[in-house]
């Protein structure tokens, strides 16, 4: 067996992570950031907790860019790399969900690599080691764990494609999780950015290209999820959301280097056909996807049993019923997901009509999510398990 494994980003996580920012920019040797962020997160004043301990710290924060749109654009991407150059900025800060992480990479990899926009460094082999920029995230989700992938999707507006780059160049230097950068998000925005993670932790774990580094923060991942995301729902705590924040942080190292499956080339599809939003896609097709799944990762989802529903259920149950047995684990947890949060699981819900499956299907099957799933899957699969979500 040979793999490799990735994870250049150091974590600050936990009480007071935020007040970090100012050693690390330090570090760094960054004066003159460029914060990126959007209009939601400075309205709810969460880029502000961010400001405060940047103005304390006497950190230059001059150059503040909040218009990203929810998909990052390359438009967008090249108006800020302007912006960067005639400020004379020396690092970046993002502050925000997947599309102000994913405008933050794309700037940074046009300005480190020298580029003349980000179109021109799409392709294979097109992105090698460039020039250090320092660059900083603050996830404002617990979902996309973009803080620490080796991805970034950028979609051309011009011509409807999300454009997906994969480098090592796309880490960032440092990721600050702290439980005050999501405390303002609403309980369904919360189940469904978690549920993303928990796809990305299963999926790492029952892929393809999983390995024994991914295996290890893909379970710790779903653990901290199982026994956090109902918590943060009901009574959340500092320390409850503080540990949902590290689960996707942990998920997003596990699915950047093990990859993802069907699960989430159904959803890609899902979101591209119908507008479902990502987080969503992922919860209503987990199950199902887990069930087709099953005679090609058994042995892992018995293994996965254990994080899941803990030692005294994993215990009890035969070895033979262990993965079916984590599958209802994940259909009853959702039901208790959706009571808490009100977030529907039927594709029906989401204005995905049978007569838009046909199309669904096609565009799953083009999705490199695909790729690192054990089981091949057809055609007449996908619109079988799409039939069953609706
Ligand atoms: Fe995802």
Redesign the pocket.
């Known amino acids: 067996m040979y793999f490799e494994f990735i994870n250049s980003v150091k974590i600050c996580s936990g009480e007071n992570a935020i007040e970090n920012i100012a050693y690390e920019l330090d570090f760094l040797n960054c004066k003159n950031p460029m914060i990126l962020s959007d209009n939601g997160v400075f309205k709810a004043g969460v880029l502000d907790k961010v400001l405060k301990i940047l103005t304390k710290n006497d950190v230059h924060t001059d150059n503040i860019f909040t218009d990203i749109p929810a998909d990052s654009s390359i438009a967008v991407i090249n108006e800020i790399v302007q912006k960067y150059k005639q400020s004379g900025c020396d690092g970046i800060i993002a502050c925000g969900g997947g599309s102000v992480i994913d405008t933050a990479k794309g700037t940074r990899l046009v300005i480190s690599q020298q580029g003349k926009d980000i179109l021109s460094l799409s392709g294979n082999e097109v992105i090698k080691k460039g020039l250090h920029i320092p660059f900083i995230v603050l996830p404002t989700t617990c979902?996309?764990g973009s803080e620490c992938t080796a991805v970034a999707v950028i979609k051309n507006h011009e011509t409807g494609i999300k454009m997906e780059f994969i480098s090592s160049e796309l880490l960032p230097d440092v990721a600050i999780v702290d439980a005050r950068l999501t405390e303002t998000l609403p309980a369904k925005l919360i189940a469904s950015s978690a549920m993303?993670a928990l796809?990305?932790s299963i999926e790492a774990y029952s892929s393809a290209q999983k390995n024994p580094i991914s295996d290890a923060y893909a379970t710790t991942a779903i653990k901290l999820i199982v026994e956090n995301l109902p918590k943060v729902l009901s009574t959340p705590t500092t320390e409850s959301r503080q540990k949902l924040n590290l689960a996707s942080t942990l998920a997003g190292i596990a699915f950047s280097n093990a990859m993802?499956g069907i699960v989430?080339a159904i959803g890609h599809a899902c979101g591209g056909e119908c507008g479902v939003p990502?987080g969503n896609a992922?919860a209503v097709l987990l199950p199902e996807c887990m069930k087709f799944n099953l005679d090609k990762c058994e042995k892992e989802y018995a293994e996965l049993l254990l994080y899941l529903a803990g030692a005294d259920i994993y215990a009890t149950t035969k070895t033979t019923e262990r993965a079916k047995k984590a599958i209802e684990f994940v259909i009853d947890f959702e039901q208790k997901i959706q009571s808490l949060s009100g977030m529907a699981l039927r594709l029906s819900e989401y204005r995905v009509t049978q007569d838009h499956l046909p199309a669904i299907a096609k565009k799953a099957l083009n999705d490199g999510a695909v790729i690192a799933n054990k089981k091949q899957v057809t055609y007449e699969d996908v619109l079988s398990i799409l039939t069953k979500c609706m």
């Open positions: 979902g996309t993303d796809c990305h993802v989430h990502h992922m």
